[in-house]
């Protein structure tokens, strides 16, 4: 059983029936997650000594990640933290030898540009093509498959020679990126609870934002101090490292509870899974009398595939511990997969595109996007205009810009992480115990304003040459915009959707990265005929604006949920039922 967690007898209110998938009070991302007292009765929910109800429910099994031991857990969450870093630090760290492939080989900085472009639309659809395959055949190989498309595109950046060099290799490069922007959320749902995902998600956009801020940092460094063609080859050589810890030492965290009874038969705790086990054991009783069973089989209809699975799986209790070659396999089949699983692949693709239709999924996307959006905005305008006159600064001096991004955007993810956990609960606690998905969304407010007078502040002291603190400053708040917007859009989602999370976050990638992509077009033409001043004025109203929606979903957003609901039922019965 995990750490600090133990068996609470509470009694089985109808409040409960709430996380319940099949029961009619049923809403996505309202779960009743607060016990208010221990109570005698006929229970199996399984909460925190603070009384916080673990969702999902774990099994007894030693193999299931939620049971994994800190240590374990702990180590699996460095390597994905270090994958979503050194990723995000690759895909932005180009920027870095611009100059001097325009110095030495004439490329031109419009083919950079259009190279930047290529990596946006490798990641997010790179992104979309894995998420059906993470599904199948396990989280890992998609880690290793990434990271390997990302050694290949390392080589050709570190020989980049003519324009097509630096064009199609941010292609591979933006492909390695892909696991980073759905898998790694999948794979830290699979270990750590709901309660704790705002904590869990600080870490893994602080990974993000210090890629992206100390990749060009870095970069700088090494072109200064080494040469331009050593940032691809280090990042050859730390893409081999990672390979080698991806197959040895990365455990595989797919694990199929629905297979254990007693926990979650169709994907529900607790009380679904005593009714179910109830209503079982009323059927044995029926047919050892001979009586007539055909309404009892109605009634059971659409849950006779999990039953089914509760008549030949246990609590798991008794379950052996999996080999260290089984724990660390590159592969692992789904337990409903179909031979080699290609017609489900194709099929759960197709099913993939569904997700544009959930207005959550669009919000979180755009909040997200805007934030590549800007990254391309302010890091243009350091390149081109603070090298020459009356800036003059070095490739280190540039580089050390992103700084005041990074300090901003780590308290922008603990702020919007760590104090949004302890804000879910506290709300829940004063709502009868009940938490609702836009809870995080009140952590949006704040950024909507300090992120544009941030871009404003940059924008104004660049042109004004005032001194380096406002300017400086200005790059903070727009840090503290990045951080907390990542954190909340990603945890609003996987709030909202928990059953959808790699799929979910495969549509935010889609729909970000295609926002960042067509900035990155518009961003040289429209600084050259506006200006920083008033292109970033536009841009600070666009910000306020996207980040200010999270006021209506506050609102209305348990309403969407609602509509959706018949969506959300229909896209997980479909994907987790599909045969070939």
Not at 294 to 302: C, E, F, Q, T, Y
Not at 334 to 363: A, D, E, H, W
Not at 401 to 417: D, F, K, Q, T, W
Not at 467 to 492: E, I, K, N
Request: hydrophobic letters at 45%.
């Amino acid at each position: 059983m995990s750490d600090g967690v133990k068996l609470e007898n509470v009694k089985s209110d109808a409040i409960f029936s709430i996380n319940s998938k099949s029961n009619d009070d049923f809403i996505p991302g309202t779960i009743n997650i607060y016990s208010f007292s221990a109570q005698e009765g006929d229970t199996d929910l399984q909460v925190t000594d603070d009384h916080i109800i673990l969702l999902p429910q774990p099994t007894q099994s030693v193999n299931d990640p939620l049971n994994w031991t800190k240590s374990k857990k702990l180590w699996n969450f460095f390597v994905l933290a270090f994958i979503t870093g050194f990723t995000a630090a690759t895909s932005n760290d180009a920027g870095s030898i611009q100059d001097s492939l325009n110095e030495i080989y004439g490329i031109s900085y419009d083919a950079m540009n259009t190279g930047a472009g290529v990596l946006f639309i490798a990641i997010g659809w790179a992104t979309f093509l894995f998420t059906p395959f993470a599904s199948l055949y396990g989280r890992k190989i998609t880690y290793f498959i990434c990271i390997f498309l990302g050694l290949g595109g390392a080589v050709w950046f570190s020989q980049c020679r003519t324009t097509s060099d630096s064009i199609w290799s941010q292609l591979f490069v933006g492909a390695s990126e892909a696991c980073a922007e759905a898998h790694v959320q999948q794979s830290l749902t699979d270990m750590y609870f709901q309660h704790q995902l705002g904590s869990v998600l600080t870490v893994y956009i602080t990974a993000t934002s210090v890629g992206t801020y100390l990749g060009p940092l870095i970069g700088g460094f090494i072109v200064q101090y080494v040469g331009f063609r050593w940032v691809g080859w280090i990042a050859v050589f730390i893409s081999a490292a990672l390979l080698i810890v991806i197959v040895f030492a990365m455990h595989e965290t797919y694990f199929d509870r629905r297979l254990y009874h007693g926990v979650i038969l169709t994907g529900l705790p607790g009380t679904e899974a005593r009714n179910e086990k109830k209503v079982l054991e009323k059927k044995t009783i029926v047919d050892s009398k001979n009586s007539d069973s055909n309404s009892v089989n109605s009634n059971l209809s659409k849950h006779d595939n999990d039953l089914e699975l509760a008549r030949t799986a246990n609590n798991g209790a008794s379950e052996p511990k999996n080999s260290y070659w089984k724990s660390v396999a590159m592969i692992t089949p789904s337990t409903n997969m179909i031979g080699t699983g290609f017609k489900q692949y194709c099929k759960r693709l197709i099913l993939l595109f569904r997700v544009f239709l959930f207005p959550p999924c669009i919000f979180s996307g755009l909040v997200w996007g805007m934030q590549d959006a800007l990254l391309t905005f302010y890091l243009t305008v350091e390149d081109d205009q603070y090298y020459d006159p009356p800036y003059n600064y070095s490739n280190t001096g540039v580089a050390l810009m992103n700084v005041p991004c990074l300090i901003g955007s780590i308290i922008g993810c603990i702020y919007a992480g760590v104090v949004s956990d302890w804000f879910t609960i506290w709300m829940a606690k004063r709502n009868n115990g009940i938490q609702e998905a836009e809870f995080r969304l009140y952590f949006l407010i704040i950024p909507a304003v300090l992120c544009p007078v941030g871009l404003i502040l940059f924008a104004v002291g660049t042109d004004q040459q005032w001194h380096w603190f406002p300017t400086y400053f200005g790059l903070g708040l727009v840090g503290l915009g990045f951080g907390s917007s990542g954190d909340v859009a990603m945890g609003y989602l996987m709030d909202a959707y928990p059953e959808m999370v790699i799929e979910m976050m495969a549509g935010v990638s889609v729909i970000n990265n295609m926002f960042g992509c067509i900035f990155t077009f518009a961003c040289s033409p429209w600084l050259n005929a506006m200006g920083n001043t008033k292109t970033f004025i536009i841009l600070a109203v666009i910000t306020c604006v996207i980040m200010g929606s999270s006021i209506p979903f506050i609102y209305f957003g348990k309403r969407i949920r609602l509509w959706t609901k018949p969506w959300y039922l229909d896209f997980c019965e479909r994907r987790d039922r599909m045969e070939g």
